[in-house]
């Protein structure tokens, strides 16, 4: 400790940084934005000082300059739009507006792009990109996860990461891979740190879900895990209660046939319940050769 103190500028131990990297991973920061730590709470703070009314109209005017200068650099026009964006609507009106530009849509290509466009979900500000869809989208066999993670958000493809790996394999089970199925997300932006969507974000993406699969016109569809059944099928139940059965689903003319199981990435966590997730599977094999 006394040579750490004594020393000016002591070389970091690289076991200790790795250490520390891990634990920031560990903590969901799996991402560098700047070379130095940014008090962006303290912007915020020049940013509302600075724009604040200067002056009643009858009031002089320079004092009030003075007074309500905040200390620290003047926040230039450039460093204002950087660092406020306009704030997202509020969430009705969000949601409002992801329906119109959804119904908007005549095809998957506009779909995208118009949620390309969407500024409505706080999701899309810390999300690198639109992760909008992967697979056939002629497929019979339409499956919903719940959000990009950190491989999808760099490709723009769905279930990229080890999660997804264990969704090809459970694909294969049964026949199928990602030429036969289209794979999409409740949510299409990365939650920052991989945290589950909120329920008020699943609620704006939502007319985006119902529209994709108007367009692809599945047959079957499969909510991988907890948070895409009780998006997309109002399920309130457990999610061990409620998977493996397969219910109706309604959107917009077309209805059909829906079940829930467990999420690729729960069973990576929990593979004693691969066996569950078997049991679904060969359940939508049969649908398949049955339908
Ligand atoms: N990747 C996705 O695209 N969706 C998930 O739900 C998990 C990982």
Redesign the pocket.
């Known amino acids: 400790m006394s040579d750490l103190v004594s020393s000016p500028d002591p070389v970091p131990d690289p076991a200790e940084l790795l250490g520390l990297l891990r634990w920031y991973a560990d903590m969901g920061v799996d991402l560098g934005i700047d070379e130095a730590p940014h008090d962006r709470f303290a912007d915020a703070q020049h940013i509302k000082a600075a724009s604040a009314p200067l002056a009643r109209p009858s009031a002089p005017i320079e004092p009030l300059i003075q007074k309500n200068r905040a200390p620290g650099p003047k926040p230039s026009l450039i460093t204002t739009s950087l660092m406020a964006p306009p704030p997202p609507p509020p969430p009705d009106q969000a949601a409002l507006e992801a329906r119109q530009l959804a119904q908007a849509a005549g095809d998957l290509a506009a779909l995208q792009e118009a949620m390309e466009r969407f500024e409505g979900c706080g999701l899309k500000r810390t999300a690198s990109r639109l992760?909008f869809a992967d697979g056939n989208p002629k497929a019979r066999v339409m499956l919903v996860?719940?959000?990009?993670?950190a491989e999808?958000d760099q490709t723009g493809l769905?279930?990229m990461?080890r999660?997804?790996q264990l969704l090809d394999r459970m694909l294969a089970a049964i026949q199928l891979d990602r030429t036969q199925v289209y794979i999409v997300?409740s949510v299409p932006w990365r939650p920052p740190g991989n945290r589950t969507p909120s329920l008020q974000e699943a609620a704006i993406c939502l007319p985006f879900l119902h529209r994709q699969i108007e367009l692809v016109g599945p047959e079957l569809v499969i909510c991988?895990?907890a948070s895409a059944a009780q998006s997309l099928l109002d399920i309130k139940d457990g999610i061990m209660k409620s998977r493996g059965k397969w219910v109706s689903l309604s959107v917009g003319s077309s209805s059909l046939q829906a079940m829930a199981t467990l999420?690729p990435?729960y069973l990576l966590r929990q593979p004693a319940h691969k066996k569950l997730v078997w049991r679904d599977m060969l359940e939508l094999r049969k649908a398949l050769d049955q339908i």
């Not at 996860?145 to 993670?149: D, L, V």
């Open positions: 992760v996860g719940e959000a990009p993670g999808d769905p279930f990461g999660a997804g997300n991988l895990g999420h990435s």
